[in-house]
């Protein structure tokens, strides 16, 4: 994959006086093979708080980014290049059919120190944990969002477990999953799928410790991961610690992790996230606001010559796609000329050029799948989102639509309420931009409601909305991630059961049955030619207007070592040290210091 990475080297005086300092007990530094160091800590900080870290209860970027340094399963992302590597399981086969996955597991990983096991020390995993973990995954609640996005309708016999479990404890376990002995476990499919590494890398394939469960449940946060979380932790903070026995090694053989503690605050506004990073209160921020990226470039240009720098600055094009949902069940965005009328009101180009001022990749103006699927340097697997025509500013057609709709000059349209959560202030900026062309362009009010993110995710799981602001970061780096969104199989039969990633509840049989004989090919070229034909057929449907597709600056002290930019801000805390030595100076640079 073609990254768009760009190093800015920046000299600064960091103040290392901070609060969280004083948390955690650190190790006396010691150096590691290869120069790699042991000790310290890593300050990060999230602009939304963590909703839950029972894995089959992750659904936000937040709580995903701290469950990954909290559990492990049967395979992981690499952070590199997002390729699939060994976790628990040490290897795997795949038999011809491509339908049976065996694994076969490590004998030295244990469950993190707990008052829940047997004084209080971690018990060894086996392939039973794995199976009870999956089971659990498999059960019906209220707040299991990754069951649908995972095994449903992939492993054989996870979909009757599932709706055995709505009516008590299911008397046999899952048919496709098989125990062969305590460091072997099968997983049968229903049909092959080109992305199920994928997504056992993800929540849907963390393991988890029945005692755990029945001393937590759905509190839990214990895994088998490289930290572990601190009871400090509270609402303004997270603390994990270094897992002391935790079972992975780098190439050169160090015990992993390196670090001492994470510290995660949750400073809500990237302008004063920013403002902390300045003053040597964070170490790393997982998005900068391109204005002030060049804002201090510019101020600090000169110093960029510095050997280290400071600061490493990435730019990376996201897995990520902004877009505004429609509420289809209920006039007026039952009509399909009104969705597309708003659709073609909007201008895509002010708003990335004027309003976001560089922080998006481009203007949405193709399908809801974002460009970093476009693989210049690997055609055989380059997802062409240009073959995908969505909309761009068209007044005159907008218009008329709406006026074909009942809706002339906007006359009787009745005000609409767009709800959105505030993202740092900037979804607030955008909706204001909105409101005001859709008022000039097709006389159309809108208010905006600015919800807490909690809230605005019940609200879109039960389609308590009339439009509402959403982004969709990839989960792994396949278009089918963006493409399941829109499956009618996703959707619940009742308005009164929650809906948890088709929000829109779009429901079109064509669409399922293309994405489906992608799913099926052998060939990723056919794949691709039949998804981009469902998304075209969605995208026509217009149950949700595109406007714009993300990219990502990362800033981070040059001290911080091993973290890797990614197109889905994917982390691995584990492989992270911090190399304290100090930027060489030039003669010219110490005199002046005298």
């Not at 300050?43 to 089959?56: A, D, G, H, K, W």
């Not at 089971?135 to 016999?157: A, R």
């Not at 990502?552 to 982390?571: F, I, T």
Request: proline share 5%; charged share 20%; aromatic share 12%.
């Amino acid at each position: 994959m073609k990254r768009y990475l760009f190093v800015f080297a920046i000299s600064s005086i960091i103040c290392l006086n901070y609060s969280c300092n004083r948390i955690g007990n650190q190790r006396t530094k010691k150096e590691a093979k290869g120069g790699r160091t042991y000790g310290g800590k890593l300050r990060i900080n999230e602009n939304t708080s963590v909703l839950n870290l029972y894995p089959s209860y992750v659904f936000d970027n937040t709580s995903y980014n701290i469950a990954c340094q909290i559990y492990d399963g049967l395979v992981k992302l690499n952070p590199k290049d997002l390729s699939i590597s060994p976790d628990i399981a040490k290897s795997w086969s795949i038999d011809a059919t491509g339908t049976v996955y065996t694994f076969h597991l490590r004998t030295d990983v244990t469950f993190q120190d707990d008052p829940c096991f047997t004084d209080g020390k971690g018990r060894k995993v086996t392939a039973n944990d794995f199976k009870y973990s999956m089971e659990k995954l498999c059960t019906q609640t209220p707040d299991n969002v990754v069951y649908s996005i995972s095994f449903k309708g992939v492993v054989d016999g996870a979909d009757e477990y599932y709706e055995s479990s709505k009516r008590g404890a299911p008397s046999s376990g899952i048919r496709g999953l098989k125990v062969l002995n305590d460091s072997t476990i099968e997983l049968h499919l229903i049909k092959k799928n080109p992305v199920f590494l994928d997504i056992l890398a993800g929540p849907g394939g963390f393991v988890i410790a029945k005692e755990a469960v029945e001393k937590y449940g759905k509190d839990l946060h214990l895994g088998t991961g490289a930290f572990v979380y601190s009871q400090k932790s509270d609402s303004d903070t997270i603390v994990m610690y270094a897992n002391p026995n935790y079972f992975r090694h780098d190439s050169l053989g160090n015990q992993l992790p390196y670090l001492d503690s994470i510290i995660v605050s949750f400073i809500p506004t990237r302008a004063e996230e920013f403002k902390a990073f300045q003053a040597g209160n964070i170490d790393y921020i997982a998005s900068v606001p391109s204005t002030q990226v060049d804002k201090m470039v510019e101020e600090q240009i000169s110093d960029f010559q510095n050997k280290p720098p400071r600061y490493v600055l990435s730019r990376v094009p996201e897995m990520s796609t902004k877009y505004y949902a429609f509420n289809m069940s209920k006039p007026p965005f039952n009509d399909i000329r009104v969705r597309k009328a708003f659709s073609l009101a909007i201008d895509r180009n002010k708003i990335v050029g004027e309003v976001l001022q560089g922080e998006a990749f481009a203007p949405g103006i193709h399908g809801i799948t974002p460009p970093s699927f476009m693989y210049a340097d690997n055609p055989y697997k380059n997802y062409d989102i240009a073959n995908i025509k969505g909309d761009s500013l068209n007044i005159e057609m907008a218009r008329k639509l709406l006026s074909e709709a009942g809706f002339p000059d906007g006359k009787k349209f009745p005000t609409i309420t767009l709800e959105i959560n505030d993202g740092g202030g900037l979804n607030t900026s955008v909706a204001l931009e909105i409101q005001k062309e859709l008022l000039t362009n097709l006389n159309v009010h809108i208010n905006f409601n600015i919800a807490s993110f909690a809230q605005k995710l019940q609200d879109e799981r039960f389609m308590n909305f009339q439009m509402i602001g959403i982004g969709w970061s990839a989960d792994y780096a396949n278009p089918v991630d963006f493409l399941m969104l829109f499956l009618g199989s996703n959707v619940p039969d009742s308005l009164n059961q929650p809906s948890y990633y088709n929000i829109t509840r779009y429901k079109n049989p064509e669409y399922d049955k293309l994405i489906n004989m992608g799913r099926a090919s052998d060939s990723l070229k056919v794949t691709y030619k039949y998804y981009q034909q469902a998304e075209q057929l969605a995208i026509n449907d217009a149950p949700i207007m595109v406007l714009w597709y993300d990219q990502n600056y990362s800033l981070n002290r040059w001290a911080v070592k091993g973290l890797y930019s990614n197109p889905l801000n994917y982390l691995d805390m584990s492989c992270i040290y911090i190399d304290e030595k100090a930027p060489e100076t030039s003669k010219a640079d110490s005199t002046k210091k005298k």
